[in-house]
């Protein structure tokens, strides 16, 4: 019985896996440094480290893009190789569906349990007293302990807006990768473009409410553990549709280009998948953040 080999590209070493790492390290540095500079009038390095960071995972990731897209167009790619990309990306989204698992899991614990807890649910009425006389016991917390008060993020207005142009995003990403299994390039360039001006609108009204929960509510980093929690998801979600946008836009140069057909399609489904991800995890933050 013969057996067919298939073949399996294998990259020359790449300098863009040590470019990452030290990207990130200069964000996380950064960004840790800038929070606290930002909240103790502290005066650093915080902000610059976090933009050199954030520079550097730009260049990285344009270069490794590059190389990518030159050694699938050039065919060294098997379908071997596209079924381990396809694994690897469905790993990825469960690591970031476990990432978000997290801090859901945190603030479901603080409203849950450490909330009822301080106001003597469960036979603690010693914690109520020793920890925080005259608490109450309610959701959102709009009291610390020092005494800050601010005002609960409300669902209507801005947050629901978003949360119409996301869903609609979702559903022109569907119909772009629709467009571009049926081979119609032009609905594929309207539908994609139209997903990437709505996610930009997105980002721009969350920056707005942003704006407005610092300005007008008082609603800060500062707030206690529901201003904490409230910027946490909502902020680490944003950072997720911004990566998003951005492959997105990545995907629509690259169809303008003429690349993507109906057999060799992984980057764009890979970045359709991560944006009906990222719309899905909006939904339910919307659901337990901004109602519940």
């Known amino acids: 019985m013969s057996q067919q080999h298939e073949k399996y590209y294998v990259p020359a070493q790449s300098p863009w896996p040590i470019v990452g790492a030290v990207a990130l390290f200069l964000i996380a540095v950064g960004a840790g440094n800038f929070v606290v500079e930002s909240t103790s009038d502290k005066t650093g390095y915080g902000g610059w480290t976090l933009i050199a960071g954030i520079a550097l995972m730009l260049v990285m990731l344009i270069g490794w893009f590059k190389n990518q897209i030159d050694e699938s167009m050039s065919g060294l790619y098997s379908a071997q190789l596209g079924r381990s990309y396809r694994q690897g990306m469905a790993w990825f989204i469960f690591s970031e569906v476990m990432f978000f698992a997290a801090f859901f899991g945190a603030l479901f614990y603080t409203r849950m349990i450490a909330v009822p807890w301080l106001g003597g649910a469960s036979n603690n009425a010693m914690t109520n007293e020793v920890l925080w006389p005259g608490f109450e016991a ?155």
């Open 138 to 292: 309610m959701w959102p917390l709009v009291q610390t302990p020092g005494g800050t008060e601010t005002t609960a993020m409300g669902w209507f207005g801005l947050p629901l807006y978003n949360t119409v142009i996301l869903l609609a995003s979702s559903v022109t990403a569907h119909f772009a990768h629709v467009a571009l299994e049926e081979g119609k390039r032009a609905k594929l360039k309207w539908f994609l473009g139209t997903t990437i001006v709505l996610g930009l609108i997105f980002l721009t009204l969350q920056v707005e409410e942003y704006v407005h929960a610092y300005r007008e509510m008082n609603l800060t980093l500062q707030s206690g553990v529901y201003g904490n929690t409230f910027f946490m998801l909502t902020g680490f979600h944003g950072m997720h549709v911004t990566l998003g946008t951005i492959m997105l836009i990545v995907m629509f140069f690259r169809v303008l280009k003429g690349h993507f057909n109906k057999d060799n399609q992984f980057a764009f489904q890979a970045t359709s998948w991560y944006w009906h991800f990222v719309d899905v995890v909006w939904v339910i933050l919307f659901v337990f953040v901004y109602i519940l």
